[in-house]
């Protein structure tokens, strides 16, 4: 049953960063560091990079993903 929590609170999180990058802020810190959500807050609004984790912070495609909505982004990974 806790795995089923985890995954709820997980989908939950997906959901609200699909429509509102923003919420990524608010998200667990490992949530931060997981791609897919990253990925969809990014997706979003590109200034959702600011509250990744370090590591995708420097990841090339989710950089990339977020520089395709706003290239001022690169330089929250400098």
Do not use: C, H
């Not at 560091?33 to 990079?49: K, S």
């Not at 495609?61 to 400098?78: D, F, P, S, Y």
Request: hydrophobic residues 50%.
């Amino acid at each position: 049953m806790e795995s089923n929590a985890k995954n709820v609170t997980r989908e939950f999180v997906l959901a609200k960063v699909s429509a509102n990058g923003w919420a990524l802020e608010y998200a667990p810190t490992e949530m931060r560091a997981d791609r897919e959500i990253v990925l969809a807050a990014v997706g979003q609004t590109g200034w959702a990079l600011k509250f990744a984790s370090p590591e995708l912070r420097a990841d090339r495609e989710i950089v990339l993903a977020a520089a395709t909505k706003n290239g001022l982004n690169l330089k929250l990974t400098a």
